[in-house]
């Protein structure tokens, strides 16, 4: 495991609304400036989207657009070569506007089993369906993610590098809820410990590699799995403050006490009215009363965030959400009870 670290009080979740990767860049550095990310830009169209971006990522593994989705091939085409260049373009932007930053520098990538969910193999199915397809894209991803950190630090070799692990589908991979290509039926659960056994070696290529730093698991799904994601190596969890429920209070206490962090996503990734940031932080405080936990070690656990990517937002709400989830995060930290 990492070294103990101090994460800054506020940062994005990833994904950003237009296609102007200067802009995007221009927007995640500005506004956190002790905790900027790579931003996403799914706008831009298939390869820039969640799972082409991270299939592009791919060592000796390839996906293409189908009708039906990403689906794995044979060689590298033009879907693969498109993902590629716009991560090449974001990480130019990046770059540009991080000379001489020395911080916390969050990357974001979809995670083993929500690829294994979203990809398919070449009969239709998804990876999901095939334990050694799946122990060969976790494999692949691996290595993918330990080439594109070494990019990045290259790129921005003050920043120590935060990796941020997207996934959404992993509730429904342990629950067998992920549905098959006819719709009718589902792949059934996979066992938790293989989940969890492929998890950790994903973390390990950050968390347990040389100049290494943390790895966080984000998911804006319902029920994550906060214990599972903790043995899994997981030094953040991120998740939509929203969704929680009282069920979850032991395991959000058990990891406040054991230390990892919690990325609140508390304000919405689309366009709406923003409440005044002590309301937008209100809920976490009342779960800390519920808990009975410290106020003073509230700053210390929690970095605030929007409740997912924002994507489906303006370009004007997002930069309104970005700002208020630092004004919110003061909030937090002046005025923790």
Not at 48 to 74: F, H, K, N, Q
Not at 309 to 336: I, K, M, Q, T
Request: glycine share 12%; with cysteine.
């Amino acid at each position: 495991m990492t070294d103990t670290l101090h994460f800054p009080p506020a940062t994005g979740t990833g994904s950003l609304p237009g296609t102007d990767a200067r802009e995007a860049a221009k927007t995640a550095t500005g506004a956190f400036e002790d905790f900027p990310h790579l931003p996403e830009l799914p706008a831009r169209g298939p390869g820039a989207d969640m799972i082409g971006r991270t299939a592009g990522l791919l060592v000796e593994l390839y996906a293409r657009v189908e009708p039906s989705g990403w689906r794995i091939g044979d060689r590298p085409g033009r879907d693969t070569r498109r993902a590629r260049s716009w991560l090449g373009e974001d990480l130019d932007a990046l770059e540009e506007f991080t000379q001489g930053y020395e911080g916390l520098l969050k990357v974001q990538a979809v995670g083993p089993w929500t690829l294994a969910a979203s990809l398919e193999l070449r009969n239709g199915e998804a990876a999901l369906s095939d334990p050694g397809a799946c122990r060969d894209l976790a494999a692949s991803l691996t290595e993918g993610l330990r080439l594109h950190l070494d990019e990045v630090r290259r790129r921005v070799p003050g920043a120590r590098l935060v990796l941020q692990l997207d996934e959404p589908s992993l509730t429904a991979v342990l629950r067998g809820q992920v549905r098959t290509a006819s719709g009718y039926r589902t792949h059934r659960a996979v066992d938790r410990q293989i989940v969890e056994a492929t998890l950790r070696d994903v973390i390990a290529v950050h968390d347990g590699a040389d100049g290494g730093g943390p790895v966080v698991v984000h998911s804006c799904a319902p029920d994550v799995p906060f214990a599972l994601l903790r043995r899994a190596g997981a030094a953040g969890i991120s998740f939509d403050f929203s969704l929680l429920t009282e069920r979850d209070d032991e395991v959000i206490g058990e990891a406040v006490e054991g230390g990892t962090r919690l990325f609140a996503g508390v304000v919405p990734g689309t366009d709406g009215p923003l409440s005044d940031p002590a309301g937008s932080v209100m809920g976490v405080r009342t779960l800390w009363r519920r808990l009975g936990l410290r106020p003073g070690l509230l700053p210390e656990a929690v970095t605030v965030t929007p409740a997912c990517g924002l994507a489906g937002a303006s370009p004007g709400y997002a930069r309104s959400a970005y700002a208020h989830c630092v004004r919110a995060a003061r909030s937090l930290a002046d005025n923790p009870e």
